[in-house]
């Protein structure tokens, strides 16, 4: 049960702090001696996966102090004191203070562990509970950022939420404006680096020695019109996110540089010989195959094995359009908001034709939709509404129908027994409608 958890152990007496030590490792716990209050205070941290035993009699800051101290740190810490001073006033000081339990000296080895063992089992609990309790809060902050209710966002809200706080390169996968830079900020916001910078850097079409100097920063005088030193983007991110989109156009002699620094986790500034250490998470973004593009010798196998450590996919908004609406009233807000306009409501008629659209812009060209509906100029061409009020009813449902039916298709790989099981309709009925519509199976059998 506390394999992951740790023992600090204060004690300045060599001969106490090695028995006390020896005792807890007998028991299989994890221990960390130290001989001084300060050295502690630097390793401890709200959240720190373990508990505090510290003598009281110390020189320098003694044990009351230290557990003032990670009270005001982290008031869920356990911490146990030590002293050889059977002194109850003492006693009574540090238990208001906010000790969990106090150990006379001399102590015997099994009384020790099993005050101390208690002490992690208590700390154990805490931390799970507020894991779950974070857990809760990331996954409601994070379902009003990362909007909707299809299958695929909902599972890329848990791989987000996942992977985040771990320190894993990750790419991102998708067309042109389905999201790929707010997915990369949610892996940021919800992870461990969300107190530090997060760097965006689009690599389309950047010159070699910016892209170098953008990335790796430059001395004064590494090149001509470099009259400063320049702080690039990794330095920028210590300690956080390095955003690299549309990673696919970068040069291949770049890619090398990149590989390099990745692997090594160092890197050098433009005209300097001093390696400096990389701290920064790398997230990349791509709207093409990166793999069939180093099969083809475009993008280097290498470097996409290392930054693929992990791929999320973020689906076109035309295989999610179940979340058309809720995007749509979404943005609409906010767009109201930001012109100090009524935010107007859109019909039936008009989400209608939202989601009859195909949006090669995706989530992006909804936006620019819904701004425009805000500032009254989209009321006849809301996503080709013209054209659907040119149709007739007949037209319409066709349509609907078509969508609806390449929808179930294509969830279920072609097969029509799953599909018209989907649709809620005898397997005759839909062969007849999809000979009606001209659509075959074969166009929706994967691989």
């Known amino acids: 049960m506390f394999d992951a958890l740790s023992v600090l ?6 001969a106490v702090q090695l028995g006390g030590k020896q005792a807890l490792q007998l028991a299989g716990l994890n221990v960390e001696a130290l001989d001084t209050a300060e050295q502690a205070l630097k390793r401890l941290c709200a959240g720190y996966p373990g508990v505090l035993v510290t003598d009281v009699k110390m020189a320098g800051m003694d044990g009351l102090e230290l557990l003032r101290r990670t009270m005001e740190i982290d008031p869920s810490m356990p911490v146990i004191l030590v002293t050889g001073h059977g002194d109850i006033s003492m006693a009574v000081q540090a238990m208001r203070l906010g000790a969990y339990d106090f150990i006379e000296k001399p102590f015997s080895s099994e009384h020790l562990i099993e005050v101390v063992q208690r002490a992690l089992e208590k700390r154990s609990l805490t931390l799970e509970v507020q894991s779950l309790r974070r857990q809760l809060e990331d996954r409601r902050a994070i379902e009003g950022v990362l909007l909707g209710r299809s299958p695929a966002i909902v ?14 390169d990750v790419l991102i996968v998708g067309e042109t404006g389905t999201g790929k ?9 919800y992870s461990k680096r969300r107190e530090h910078p997060f760097a965006a850097l689009n690599c389309g079409g950047m010159p070699e020695n910016l892209f170098e100097s953008e990335v790796f920063g430059h001395e004064a005088g590494a090149f001509t019109g470099a009259v400063k030193r320049r702080i690039g983007k990794i330095e920028y991110a210590r300690g956080g996110t390095l955003f690299l989109d549309e990673i ?9 540089k990149l590989l390099r620094t990745l692997q090594e986790r160092v890197f050098e500034r433009l005209g300097s010989n001093e390696p400096l250490p990389m701290d920064c998470r790398v997230i990349a973004a791509t709207k093409t195959d990166l793999l069939s593009e180093a099969n083809r010798g475009v993008f280097r196998t290498d470097l996409y094995y290392r930054l693929s450590v992990a791929v999320l996919e973020i689906p076109p908004l035309r295989e999610r359009r179940e979340d058309i609406p809720l995007l749509f009233e979404h943005f609409v807000l906010q767009a109201a908001m930001r012109y100090g306009r009524e935010a107007p409501e859109a019909s039936s008629t008009q989400i209608q034709s939202l989601m009859a659209h195909h949006w090669p812009g995706n989530v992006r060209e909804l936006r620019n939709v819904a701004d425009r509906f805000v500032l009254g100029l989209a009321k006849e061409n809301l996503a080709e509404e013209a054209s659907l009020r040119r149709r007739s009813l007949e037209e319409q449902v066709t349509m609907f129908e ?19 099981e989907m649709l809620g309709l005898p397997r005759k009925t839909l062969y007849d409608k999809m000979h009606r519509l001209g659509l075959s199976t074969e166009d929706f059998k994967q691989g």
């Open 248 to 256: 696919e156009t970068m040069p291949t002699v770049l890619q090398v």
């Open 155 to 168: 599972a890329l809200r848990r791989v987000i939420l996942e992977i985040a706080d771990t320190d894993a």
């Open 402 to 420: 078509r969508l609806l039916i390449e929808d179930a298709l294509k969830s279920c790989s072609g097969r029509t027994a799953a599909a018209a």
């Open 181 to 189: 830079e707010l997915v990369a900020r949610c892996l940021h916001d």
């Open 9 to 14: 152990f204060v004690e300045d007496d060599p």
